[in-house]
Antibody, heavy 123, light 107 residues
Framework: EVDLVESGGGLVRPGRSLRLSCTAS????????MDWVRQAPGKGLEWVGR??????????EYATSVKGRFTISRDDSRNSVYLQMNSLQIADTAVYSC??????????????WGQGTLVTVSS | DIQLTQSPSFLSASVGDRVTITCRAG??????LVWYQQRPGKAPEVLAY???TLQSGVPSRFSVGGFDTEFTLTISSLQPEDFATYYC?????????FGQGTRLEVK
């Protein structure tokens, strides 16, 4: 069974940094792209970014709202993906979830999600 | 960024009703559209990908279709477990974007 467990959330002041972790189990982690998605309280889903797998050189993509501030990395030996968040803003307050990306033909989609970790940015 | 606009944003319906949710893309995205269902307090689940392919295990009362800029998700006969929020997502271009969501509530 696929399991994704996030950690590292908490209360942080505007302008500060935070690093989230996600540990995966139940599947071949190194074979999958991984996403981070966030959901502000009572709001909709917002895609944060993606990291590809080793055969795609671990390249990354980011949402416009976080580009230049957030960095995604992974450690396949630890079955883990990370989200480094710098220069945090109040608008970054949300539950952050990691997600497994699967592919069928040309189509990529998220087929498993973690339960998320809450990040609150407040002074 | 490619904008996705769902309509309606809120929908009240009864068990047994037929409902349709529309997702419109701000530019052509071929069939690079995914639908998700999110029940209250739960993680989203994929319903369909490639605009027209239901994910394995999704009940046949769900149907999806569309191309380029207009896409639909139809539930033929609402069941109690279908009252949830539905999101479309495009994967044609980066950044990936979601629609704002359609909340389906019990009338």
């Amino acid at each position: 069974e696929v399991d994704l467990v996030e950690s590292g959330g908490g209360l942080v002041r505007p302008g500060r940094s935070l690093r989230l972790s996600c540990t995966a189990s139940g599947f071949s982690f190194s074979d999958h792209y991984m996403d981070w998605v966030r959901q502000a309280p009572g709001k909709g889903l917002e895609w944060v970014g993606r990291i590809r797998k080793r055969t795609n050189s671990y390249t990354t993509e980011y949402a416009t709202s976080v580009k230049g501030r957030f960095t995604i990395s992974r450690d396949d030996s630890r079955n883990s993906v990370y989200l480094q968040m710098n220069s945090l803003q109040i608008a970054d307050t949300a539950v952050y979830s990691c997600a497994r990306v699967s592919v069928r033909g040309d189509y990529y989609f998220i087929d498993s999600w973690g339960q998320g970790t809450l990040v609150t940015v407040s002074s | 960024d490619i904008q996705l606009t769902q309509s309606p944003s809120f929908l009240s319906a009864s068990v047994g009703d037929r409902v349709t949710i529309t997702c419109r893309a701000g530019q052509e995205i071929s069939r690079f559209l995914v639908w998700y269902q999110q029940r209250p307090g739960k993680a989203p689940e994929v319903l369909a990908y490639g605009a027209s392919t239901l994910q394995s295990g999704v009940p046949s009362r769900f149907s999806v279709g569309g191309f380029d800029t207009e896409f639909t998700l139809t539930i033929s006969s609402l069941q109690p477990e279908d009252f949830a929020t539905y999101y479309c997502q495009q994967s044609k271009n980066y950044p990936v974007t979601f629609g704002q969501g359609t909340r389906l509530e019990v009338k």
